[in-house]
C-alpha cells in the first residue's frame, strides 16, 4: 500500500540543514493500524505529511499502491489526496463559517460529487458518528469532541483508502479522546488503512504497528509483519 | 469543483465576513456612483446647453460684422476694422430665395422709466420678425407691429420683470414709457421665459430697429439673424448672404455667418470633453476601490491560511483555490458596482427632481464603462491575493507557518 525506498526530506533552517526524514524505508500494508510516535521533532509529522502526500520528498522514492507518487505534478498530488487519503488533525481545521454538514461535504464538493448524492453522504457520515442532530451547528457551537467527529466524518465522507491522524486526541480530553481512538479504530476495522502519530502512550499501544521515530530515522518499528 | 461550487463557495466567504464585505462593497459603490453621477451632470449640461441652442431652431444663420475663420466660435474681438453691417444690408438679404426671415439686431443699454420709476435695461432694436427668430412668447398685447423697418414707430415691448417692475400689477399696455430722452407706446409683454442664451428674455425691452439706431444714435447693427427656409437651405442661404453683402460692400468678403449647428457642434464637443474628463477623475476612485479589494484580499488571504491549507489537504488544486478567491473579488467588484450604479440613479434622481432644468442622464456609456472598469479592476487587483493562496505550502498553511 505505502512504499518508502530512501526517503529523505532535508530542510535548511538558516545555514543549518535539518534531516527532518533521513533514508527512511517504510513498508505499510492495506488495512494496516500503525502509531507514529518519537519525541518533538523526530520527523513524525514530516513522515505523516510526506505520505499524505501534502510535502515532496527531497529524495528517495514512495510508492503508493504500486504507483510512483514521488514526482507527480501539484494537481496529481492534489488529486490523489482527493480520491485515496483523508485527515485529521490536532486542531480539527474546521471552516468556522461553514456548518458540520458543509464542512464534511468539502471533500465532496472538491470531488466534483453531485450535489444531491453529497447531501446523502453527507448525512450517512454524521449519522455513523452520532452528529446527526449537529449537523447544522457551526464549530463554534460544538464541543472538542464533536468537532474531531466532525473532522473524521470528513476524512471519511470521500471513503479512502488510508486515514492519516496527526494527533487527534491531542487537544481533547481523555473521554473524548477515547471515543475519538474508538471511531478511528472502527474504521480501520472496516479496511481503511491507519497511520495515527501521536506522543500519548497509551493510544500508540493499541496499534497493532508501532513505529518510533528519532532524528529523522526510524529507530523501531515493532508489531509490522514484515518486521518483528 | 465545478464553477457553480466554485460560486457557491465564494459567495459563502463573502457572506460570512461581513465587515469586510460591506467596506470593500462601499468603495468600490462610491467609485461607481461617482461616475454615474459625474457623467449625467456632464451629459445633462451638455444636453442642457445644445438643447437651449436647438430651440432657437436648427437652420438659423448668424451674421456677425467682421471676418473669421472659425465657425462655431466667437466673433473677432480685435484686429481688422470691417465695415458696419446695416439695416440695408440686412434687408438685401431678404432677397434670397432660400431665406425666411431676417432680424436686423441693433443693442444697446438705456434708463427705462414710467412715472417716478427708472430701470437701466438692454434695449433690443429689431423688427416682427425677431419674435419668430428667437421664438418667443407674447403674455399679452402684441409684439412690433410689421412695417417698413426704417420707421422708427414709437412702440415698444417690455420683458415680463421691466413691466413688473416699472407697473407693478397695472395694465402696461398702451402706457408711455420713456426710454433714454424718446417715449415709447407699449404693445405688448414678452411671456416669462427666463434666460435664452446670454439673454434674459425678462430684463428687455425691444423695439423697432430704427428706433434703437436713432437712439444710440448708431446705425450699425449688433447682427443679424436669418432664418433659412429649411435646413437643407442652410448652404444656400449662407452663400447668398456671402454674395449679397459682398456686392454691398465692395467685393470685401468682411462678415462672418454662423450657423446654428455649428454652434450646437461646438458646444456638443465642449461638454462631451467635460463628460469624459469628469469620468476618468472619477475613475480613479475605482483604482482606489480596486487596491482597497487588494488589500482586503490580501488581508483575507492571511486570515484564512489555514482554510486554504485545509483546502489543499482536502485535494483542492491550485486552480481551485485561485478560482474561489478570484470569484470572491469579482463577485466584491460585480456587486459594488451594481450598488453604486443603483446609489448614482437615486441620486439623479433627486438631482433631477431638485433642478428639473437640468434633466440628468447618465449616459449608458459612461455606466457600463463604469461597471467594466469596476470588475476589471476588482479582477486585476485580486489576481495577486489569488495567486498567493493558490500558491501556499499546505503544510505550512496548516500549521499557520
Known sequence: MIRFRHAQRFFAVGDQVVRALDDVNLDIGAGEYAAITGPSGSGKSTLLNAIGLLDRLTDGSYFLEGTDVTHLSDDDLARTRREKIGFVFQFFHLVPRLTAAQNVELPLILSDVEPNARRGRVEESLESLGLADRAHHRPNQLSGGQRQRVAIARAMVTRPQVILADEPTGNLDRASGLDVVEILEGLNRDGITLLVVTHDGELADRAARRIRMVDGKIASDTGSAEQP | ?401
Open chain 2, 1 to 401: 469543483m465545478t464553477a457553480r461550487d466554485v460560486l457557491a463557495y465564494a459567495t459563502g466567504s463573502v457572506l460570512g465576513y461581513r465587515a469586510r464585505t460591506l467596506l470593500t462593497l462601499l468603495a468600490m459603490g462610491i467609485g461607481v456612483a461617482s461616475v454615474v453621477m459625474l457623467t449625467a451632470l456632464g451629459e445633462g449640461a451638455r444636453r442642457y446647453v445644445t438643447g437651449e441652442f436647438q430651440s432657437l431652431g436648427t437652420h438659423l444663420l448668424i451674421v456677425l460684422p467682421g471676418r473669421s475663420e472659425t465657425t462655431g466660435g466667437s466673433p473677432p474681438l480685435l484686429g481688422e476694422t470691417p465695415r458696419d453691417l446695416t439695416l440695408d444690408d440686412a434687408l438685401a438679404m431678404e432677397r434670397s430665395r432660400a431665406v425666411r426671415r431676417v432680424a436686423p439686431i441693433a443693442l444697446g443699454s438705456a434708463g427705462v422709466s414710467y412715472r417716478e420709476r427708472e430701470r437701466e435695461v438692454m434695449i433690443i432694436g429689431s423688427t416682427e420678425a425677431f419674435l419668430d427668430v428667437r421664438h418667443l412668447r407674447m403674455s399679452s398685447g402684441r409684439f412690433l407691429p410689421a412695417g417698413d423697418p426704417r420707421r422708427a414707430s414709437p412702440v415698444c415691448v417690455l420683458g415680463a420683470k421691466v413691466k413688473r417692475e416699472l407697473f407693478g400689477s397695472e395694465p402696461a399696455i398702451g402706457r408711455w414709457v420713456r426710454i433714454g430722452d424718446r417715449r415709447f407706446r407699449v404693445v405688448g409683454i414678452l411671456a416669462s421665459e427666463g434666460r435664452s442664451i446670454g439673454l434674459d428674455t425678462e430684463d428687455v425691452v425691444i423695439v423697432p430697429v430704427a428706433a434703437a439706431q436713432a437712439l444710440f444714435d448708431s446705425y450699425s447693427l449688433f447682427r443679424i439673424m436669418v432664418e433659412a427656409r429649411s435646413e437643407e437651405a442652410i448652404p444656400r442661404a449662407r452663400k447668398d448672404i456671402l454674395r449679397i453683402v459682398r456686392e454691398r460692400h465692395e467685393g470685401e468678403d468682411d462678415i462672418t455667418v454662423i450657423s446654428q449647428d455649428a454652434v450646437v457642434a461646438t458646444f456638443d464637443k465642449i461638454f462631451t470633453a467635460l463628460t469624459l474628463t469628469v469620468a476618468g477623475i472619477a475613475s480613479i476612485s475605482l483604482i482606489v476601490a480596486g487596491i482597497l479589494i487588494m488589500n482586503v484580499m490580501l488581508v483575507a488571504v492571511s486570515q484564512r491560511t489555514s482554510e486554504v491549507g485545509l483546502l489543499k489537504a482536502l485535494g483542492a488544486s491550485s486552480g481551485a483555490v485561485l478560482r474561489v478567491f478570484l470569484a470572491e473579488a469579482t463577485i466584491l467588484s460585480l456587486v459594488g458596482a451594481a450598488a453604486g450604479v443603483a446609489v448614482g440613479y437615486t441620486a439623479i434622481g433627486f438631482v433631477d427632481h431638485a433642478y428639473p432644468l437640468l434633466s440628468l442622464v447618465a449616459p449608458p456609456w459612461a455606466v457600463a464603462a463604469a461597471v467594466l472598469v469596476a470588475l476589471v479592476t476588482g479582477l486585476v487587483f485580486g489576481v495577486v491575493p489569488a495567486r498567493r493562496a493558490a500558491r501556499l505550502d499546505p503544510v505550512a498553511a496548516l500549521t499557520g507557518r
